[in-house]
T-cell receptor, first 114, second 115 residues
Framework: DQQVKQNSPSLSVQEGRISILNCDYT??????FLWYKKYPAEGPTFLIS?????DKNEDGRFTVFLNKSAKHLSLHIVPSQPGDSAVYFC?????????????FGTGTRLQVTL | GAVVSQHPSWVICKSGTSVKIECRSL??????MFWYRQFPKQSLMLMAT?????????EQGVEKDKFLINHASLTLSTLTVTSAHPEDSSFYIC???????????FGQGTRLTVV
């Protein structure tokens, strides 16, 4: 049962344009969401996160939007750069009072073209 | 940011042998570390939660006798794949948290190939 889903396995965007990566989740207990960027044969790198008490969080070119009623979040990258080409994973977790386990989506491969 | 070092980055071993992977938090103390596994073109799947000084908690379907986890100190967790078989070939990644609820920092990953 895939609790976190990224329905687009790949996305191609022109340099300078906006990249929008989507993520849906089914577990209503999730209350903290993260986006990671991953290159082949490397560990994921944290990008940005959002708590369920917010609907938007911005950090430089990266903005994450959360729609709790739709159980949907999205990552916006603007402007997109060739160096952004990678696989992006969204992840979700629940604060339990102990360290939180992450549940990952299947990833979206972003290619930024010149 | 915080750094998590994972070693080795890749390893090839013969079927039936054991392989140990180390995960170290270099500049913070990690009471909890996590071990993930990724198959090609698939998501990272949590294998187990490693708690310093106590037994690891394994996810459903993960064989604890095959994937031995030791978290002997606040900066080191090890994953040993015992009696490895070709189907154990995968990409293994560890992560660590310094504080509850902060983003997890990941190691570089280990590509294990069992021949």
């Amino acid at each position: 049962d895939q609790q976190v889903k990224q329905n687009s396995p790949s996305l191609s965007v022109q340099e300078g344009r906006i990249s929008i990566l989507n993520c849906d989740y089914t577990n209503s207990m999730f209350d903290y969401f993260l986006w990671y960027k991953k290159y082949p044969a490397e560990g994921p790198t944290f990008l940005i996160s959002i708590s369920s008490i917010k609907d938007k969080n911005e950090d430089g070119r990266f903005t994450v939007f959360l729609n709790k009623s739709a159980k949907h979040l999205s990552l916006h990258i603007v402007p997109s750069q060739p160096g952004d080409s990678a696989v992006y994973f969204c992840a979700a977790t629940t604060f339990t009072g102990t360290a939180s386990k992450l549940t990952f989506g299947t990833g979206t491969r972003l290619q930024v073209t010149l | 940011g915080a750094v998590v070092s994972q070693h080795p980055s890749w390893v090839i071993c013969k079927s039936g042998t054991s392989v140990k992977i180390e995960c170290r938090s270099l500049d913070f103390q990690a009471t909890t570390m996590f071990w993930y596994r990724q198959f090609p073109k698939q998501s990272l799947m949590l294998m187990a939660t490693s708690n310093e000084g106590s037994k690891a908690t394994y996810e459903q379907g993960v064989e604890k006798d095959k994937f031995l986890i030791n978290h002997a100190s606040l900066t080191l967790s090890t994953l040993t794949v015992t009696s490895a078989h070709p189907e154990d070939s995968s990409f293994y990644i560890c992560s660590a948290e310094g504080f509850v609820g902060t983003e997890a920092f990941f190691g570089q990953g280990t590509r294990l190939t069992v021949v």
